[in-house]
């Protein structure tokens, strides 16, 4: 019983996956381990070992591929400013095959690929520890109103990318901003420019579908 690292010569097997063998008669060695099944999945594979005979019992071996891409298992939602999404974000680590890897801890990072205007694309907005390969965003929030894009990255791995969710105000926390100040004026005469007064939520962003009357 042991590990062992698969190196080359073994047709549909990717460099660098790590093979456990169970069998006391089996002594594998670079090169000495030949597969009487291959499948592209992780989990359990036929094999003999070359310093047996070529009729000796077949023992069984597990093999897991090493991380190659992300996906996105879990999508974000949309959800009001400040607050967390409605539903967490997962993301798998996956291997070549699309197999979570389960010995993965990794930390993976999610990025805003896109978002509204003022917001820059690439800023960090949480990074977790993957747990058995699976990276879980479950207190994420934005603030700042409109549609977003979200990017998963870990190291070299290939990144994924989210489908597209909406930040809405809080309307909760509404206030007024004055926008455009008064300026000294004539008696009797309108003052140029209008004063220009905001209803906003507590990031600053503007109720669009506010129709209030505001008294000055």
């Not at 006391?24 to 592209?40: D, E, M, N, R, T």
């Amino acid at each position: 019983k042991g590990t062992c690292t698969y190196t080359s010569g073994l047709s549909g097997v990717p460099q660098g996956a790590t093979i456990a063998y169970n069998d006391s008669q089996l002594q594998p060695g670079a090169g000495k381990i030949y597969l009487a099944f291959v499948s592209p999945t992780a989990g359990i594979f036929y094999f003999t070992d070359g310093y047996e005979s070529s009729n000796s019992t077949y023992g069984t071996f597990n093999i897991s591929f090493p991380p190659n891409h992300l996906i996105l298992a879990q999508q974000p939602s949309s959800a009001v400013a400040g607050q967390a999404l409605s539903s967490a974000l997962v993301v798998h680590v996956e291997d070549v095959y699309g197999n979570v890897v389960s010995n993965d801890n990794s930390n993976v990072s999610l990025s805003i690929a896109t978002g509204p205007a003022g917001v820059t694309a690439g800023t960090v907005v949480g990074t977790v520890a993957a747990v058995d390969g699976v990276a879980t965003f479950s207190d994420l929030s934005l603030t700042k109103t409109g549609s977003y894009t979200l990017k998963a990255t870990d190291g070299a791995l290939t990144s994924a990318m989210s489908t597209s969710l909406t930040i809405t105000p809080d309307l909760a926390s509404t206030q007024l901003v004055l926008t455009q100040q008064p300026t000294n004026t004539v008696v009797g005469s309108v003052i140029t420019p209008a004063v220009t007064v905001k209803v906003e939520d507590q990031f600053n962003n503007v109720l669009t579908t506010d129709h209030s009357t505001v008294t000055a």
